[in-house]
């Protein structure tokens, strides 16, 4: 019995003996390896001339800086990127439809009205008006506008007369666009009174 323990003591101081051979076996191979890393580093900078050497070294940085996170970009320079969208194509913009129809001689009659009406009773802007074809309808479109805003006023004038009016975007002329500080507003009836009487004398002279 007493040979079965000595044998079960001698294993145990046996097997811890191992397990510290190699737990300082791991501890010394870890500098070890690092080092020889470091030397190999070292050995590479040595053979490289000094642009190569520069090309690594800001190799490494950039590689460092992309490797987190994506790079943010504002807000405030994506928003220029749109107007410069906007900017590189001047046709586009928007219109106020007016009236779309299947009958193309109703289409022709509400622009020729419109261009007459918006004439005598529209101060600061010369609206032209258009008519678009798009299957199956005819579409009379009026004004010619960049900003949305300036459209949307706009067509808040023409409600009276045109209560379907509404915005639209559209290829537009950029001649015929008004400038940002337009004032474009409905005459007052002392001013369409006074145009009026303007013409009739117009017309009495021409007689005479």
């Given at each position: 019995?007493?040979?079965?323990?000595?044998?079960?003591?001698?294993?145990?101081?046996?097997?811890?003996?191992?397990?510290?051979?190699?737990?300082?076996?791991?501890?010394?191979?870890?500098?070890?390896?690092?080092?020889?890393?470091?030397?190999?580093?070292?050995?590479?900078?040595?053979?490289?001339?000094?642009?190569?050497?520069?090309?690594?070294?800001?190799?490494?940085?950039?590689?460092?800086?992309?490797?987190?996170?994506?790079?943010?970009?504002?807000?405030?320079?994506?928003?220029?990127?749109v107007?410069?969208?906007?900017e590189?194509?001047?046709?586009?913009?928007?219109?106020?439809?007016?009236?779309?129809?299947?009958?193309?001689?109703?289409?022709?009659?509400?622009?020729?009205?419109?261009?007459?009406?918006?004439?005598?009773?529209?101060?600061?802007?010369?609206?032209?008006?258009?008519?678009?074809?798009?299957?199956?309808?005819?579409?009379?479109?009026?004004?010619?506008?960049?900003?949305?805003?300036?459209?949307?006023?706009?067509?808040?004038?023409?409600?009276?007369?045109?209560?379907?009016?509404?915005?639209?975007?559209?290829?537009?002329?950029?001649?015929?666009?008004?400038?940002?500080?337009t004032?474009?507003?409905?005459?007052?009836?002392?001013?369409?009174?006074?145009?009026?009487?303007?013409?009739?004398?117009?017309?009495?002279?021409?007689?005479?």
């Amino acid at each position: 019995m007493r040979k079965y323990w000595v044998l079960i003591v001698v294993s145990g101081l046996l097997i811890s003996a191992c397990a510290t051979t190699e737990s300082s076996t791991e501890e010394s191979a870890s500098p070890d390896s690092e080092e020889s890393g470091n030397l190999a580093d070292d050995y590479i900078d040595e053979e490289l001339d000094d642009t190569e050497s520069m090309l690594l070294q800001t190799r490494s940085s950039l590689s460092n800086h992309y490797s987190g996170d994506l790079v943010f970009i504002p807000d405030i320079y994506l928003e220029e990127i749109v107007v410069e969208e906007r900017e590189r194509d001047p046709y586009a913009g928007f219109r106020v439809q007016l009236l779309s129809t299947r009958d193309v001689a109703e289409a022709d009659s509400v622009r020729d009205h419109f261009v007459s009406w918006a004439d005598s009773v529209i101060s600061g802007y010369e609206a032209d008006a258009y008519v678009v074809f798009r299957s199956p309808n005819y579409r009379v479109r009026a004004g010619d506008f960049r900003d949305r805003e300036q459209a949307i006023h706009f067509s808040g004038l023409l409600k009276s007369r045109y209560p379907d009016a509404w915005v639209v975007h559209e290829r537009i002329e950029p001649s015929n666009v008004p400038v940002d500080t337009t004032e474009i507003r409905l005459k007052s009836l002392q001013e369409i009174e006074m145009e009026q009487e303007m013409e009739m004398i117009e017309i009495d002279d021409s007689d005479n």
